[in-house]
């Protein structure tokens, strides 16, 4: 089954649907959401991503992260692939719409991600894993001082998007 992505404008108003491959061979700006689930201990839960991944394959980032679809609101879309990439079960009014960004990213492979990111924030204290090996490779549990320190290390070792959401906006996710 084909997934089609919703085209949008710089100030997020849909202008139309495209197929996601095409959308990332071509570079359209599209939305796109990136979840972060917190403890109570303030750490994160980390995705490293499958080494199937069209891109950023074995790479660290945040907890799940993919597009809308149409008629869904972003926590609708976030409930979702929450359970299709780690099996957690979350209910799409339990998350906060924090803040958008647009970034755009090429890739060694010719695709390009242009994305009009919403970044969602929810609570989740246990996971006892259950991941879908098509999408994820590991999980841990970190601090956002052990992401810093990481990050500055070998910031190599994580998603582009992740970067510029840590890098721009930490701040802005810390609970």
Known sequence: ????????????????????????EKGILHR?????????????LLQQRASSKYHSPLL????????QRDGESNGQAASRRLQEELGIELAADRFNDVFSFVYRAEFDNGLTEHELDHVLVG?????????????VASVRWVTLEEIKNEMD??????????????????????Q
């Open 153 to 174: 290390a070998h910031p190599e070792h994580f998603t582009v998007w992740f970067r510029i959401i840590f890098n721009e906006y930490a701040n802005r996710i810390a």
């Open 123 to 135: 609570s989740l204290n246990t996971y006892s894993g259950g991941w879908n090996p098509d999408e």
């Open 32 to 44: 796109a959401f990136s979840v972060f689930l917190f403890n109570d201990k303030g750490q994160t």
């Open 60 to 67: 660290w980032t945040n907890t799940c992260c993919s597009h």
């Open 1 to 24: 089954m084909k997934e089609y992505v919703i085209l949008v404008n710089p100030t997020d108003q849909p202008v139309g649907r495209m197929e996601k491959m095409e959308a990332h």
